[in-house]
């Protein structure tokens, strides 16, 4: 906390944004991401990327990211499933979507549905902890996973399914700009859900179940309830992060839900920062933005010497994966926890005594 | 023994009188494999007193704590707090009955700050679910502002740790830690507090404090406590009654200075010369 700051009320000392020079800067952004559509095309020419859709992508796996940050990060519970759970979402939200419900009841029950599949995957974490936790849910990836793909008369199989595009009072989401608005307006939802989730009893309660749950049981927080209710809650994001993917993809098929986007919803957290609402911000932004601005210099260098994009292609995933490994050397705690860092430090620049 | 009674409605009718026991442990059997950890143990505990259990290492003082909170599940014998009995109690549901406790090692969640690992101690006395705590207006904001002053005004204030509300438990030192561990277990509006070593480790100006704390909690708060502390000087000064345990029995049960004089507990603690300084490894 910066220094000469004194609260004469609780309420004051409870509020996220305590300064007056934090509420102005967050305005700046808010302001920033409202206008943003305005003035993207430019931007997205000067950079040569459609900074829209990086930016909508971003905004659905911050939802996710949320979602399992509060599983992972916050309950201490490890899930390899949560691919599998976004495509629930995504194939419930398009299906009733296809059935002719509306985007304001479809994506919920998308979310519910999900929440439903995850709480059912979530009962083994009463027994199972750490690693073996992470195998089990990994099956629950194999199961849903092979069921999206064999399934073909719900899910259109590996042909895919073809969505609507959201609409809402009439209006319909169906370009970039348009969705833009939809789904930053999600993110900020999910964003100020999980802040407010973590610092109330029941976000209390999941942390006390993922330091010492012994602990936990004795000030009376029943375990199993606790856990259960995590992934219910987990699931439930990213489901909705799912029948938001659908709408705005228009086209689903299983191939977007594999093992490979569990693991890198994973590695959103971890790289973001475990337990921080900030560090599902973090690690969606990184990992959309990061493999985007390696195949700019990727690319360049092809337009120089053509006969070897595969080797360029190739190394982009390579110096991908060793910036992952270096992050987890070198700031294991995630880039939320840097950021603390960097902001403790300009807090009392030049005076750091 | 009394019939079952809800923990609510007894809080009316029991005067601390010997007939209904505040906490009855009643012939208690636990068995680890082949080892026994505790064979036959009885004791009563008054409302309002500080009752002390005392022994050598190994005697199953902590056991009957665990038994007591559920941890453990005695394979003879009963515990009836208030008349209710507790080996029909979940483990999660004993906090709600009105039993608090610490731990010898620090069970407190070392990633929170000291504010919320009280507010946790509050868990059972709060109300919020997963949905009006996410949108964090009306009730749960009223909620966490109610039990932040009760905290603040109440159980910081008499603890005297102010200046680390805000400082996260794994950064402070050990005897702060028992501290806050304590009130947490204050938080938790206890009308039986476990005590598992409070003063364990500490300096003789800490220890001082926490003798102190417990007195105010006992005196000024009503709370039972029951004790278990390896250092002579606090149990003889503050206890109402001693408990001393020996290889799992109860080998004796009186007012500290009674107990004291006990022959049977001289020899638990010193034993004969020779067993004396085997003991000691001299």
């Keep these: 906390m910066p220094c000469g700051l004194f609260f004469s009320k609780y309420e004051k000392d409870d509020a996220i944004f305590k300064t007056v020079w934090l509420k102005c800067w967050m305005t700046v952004l808010v302001v920033l991401l409202l206008t943003f559509p305005l003035f993207s095309q430019k931007f997205s020419e000067m950079l040569g990327l459609n900074v829209t859709n990086l930016l909508n992508l971003i905004f659905v796996y911050i939802i996710g990211a949320h979602g399992l940050n509060l599983l992972t990060g916050y309950t201490g519970q490890i899930s390899l499933g949560h691919g599998a759970f976004m495509g629930v979402g995504a194939y419930t939200t398009g299906i009733l979507a296809n059935a002719g419900w509306p985007f304001w009841l479809a994506l919920p029950a998308g979310g519910v549905m999900t929440a439903a599949v995850g709480m059912l995957f979530g009962i083994p974490s009463l027994r199972l902890r750490g690693l073996y936790l992470a195998i089990a849910t990994m099956a629950a990836q194999f199961i849903l996973d092979y069921a999206m793909r064999n399934w073909t008369s719900l899910t259109g199989g590996s042909s895919g399914l073809i969505v609507p595009s959201a609409s809402l009072f009439g209006f319909t989401f169906d370009s970039d700009q348009s969705f833009y608005y939809l789904a930053l307006a999600f993110a900020i939802m999910a964003t100020m859900y999980l802040k407010n989730l973590a610092r109330t009893r029941t976000g209390r309660a999941f942390v006390a179940v993922r330091d010492r749950y012994l602990s936990a049981e004795v000030i009376g927080v029943n375990l199993f309830k606790y856990r259960l209710m995590s992934f219910g809650i987990s699931s439930f994001m990213v489901g909705i992060a799912g029948g938001l993917w659908a709408y705005y993809i228009t086209i689903i098929s299983d191939e977007h839900f594999t093992m490979w986007l569990s693991v890198q919803y994973l590695a959103m957290i971890i790289v973001g920062g475990l337990g921080h609402v900030l560090g599902g911000i973090f690690g969606a932004v990184f990992f959309v933005v990061l493999p985007e601005l390696l195949r700019l210099p990727a690319e360049a260098a092809t337009a120089v010497y053509p006969n070897i994009f595969g080797i360029f292609a190739s190394l982009r995933e390579m110096v991908f994966g060793l910036i992952v490994i270096m992050f987890l050397i070198f700031e294991p705690d995630g880039l939320a926890a840097r950021w603390h860092t960097v902001r403790n430090y300009w807090k009392l620049w030049p005076f750091s005594y | ?282």
């Design chain 2, 1 to 282: 023994m009394a019939a079952e009674v809800k923990p609510g409605s007894m809080s009316k009718t029991a005067p601390p009188v010997n007939s209904t026991p505040f906490l009855r442990v009643d012939d208690i059997y636990l068995r680890f494999g082949g080892l026994n950890a505790l064979s036959g143990v009885s004791f009563d505990v008054q409302q309002g007193h500080i009752q002390a259990i005392i022994g050598p290492n190994g005697a199953g003082k902590t056991c009957i704590l665990n038994c007591i909170c559920r941890f453990y599940q005695p394979y003879r014998g009963t515990i009836y707090f208030q008349g209710v009995d507790l080996s029909k109690v979940a483990t999660h549901r004993v906090a709600a009955l009105g039993i608090a406790r610490s731990f010898q090692n620090i069970e407190l969640f070392k990633g929170m700050t000291v504010m919320d690992n009280i507010k946790l101690g509050h868990h059972v006395h709060m109300h919020s679910g997963f949905l009006s705590g996410g949108i964090y207006l009306g009730r749960a904001k009223s909620e966490e502002m109610r039990v932040r002053k009760e905290i603040e005004e109440r159980i910081i204030d008499l603890l005297e740790i102010e200046a680390i509300r805000k400082k996260v438990v794994g950064t402070l030192p050990y005897g702060l830690q028992k501290r806050v561990e304590l009130a947490r277990a204050l938080a938790m509006k206890p009308k039986l507090l476990l005590l598992d070593e409070p003063m364990a480790g500490m300096n003789l100006e800490e220890t001082e404090d926490m003798a102190r704390f417990i007195l105010d909690v006992n005196q000024e708060w009503g709370v039972t406590v029951v004790l278990i502390e390896h250092d002579m000087g606090v149990v003889m000064d503050i206890s109402d009654n001693v408990v001393v345990l020996d290889f799992g029995t109860k080998i004796a049960q009186d007012t500290p200075l009674e107990v004291s004089k006990n022959n049977h507990v001289i020899e638990a603690y010193l034993g004969s010369d020779a067993a004396a300084h085997s003991k000691l490894g001299l």
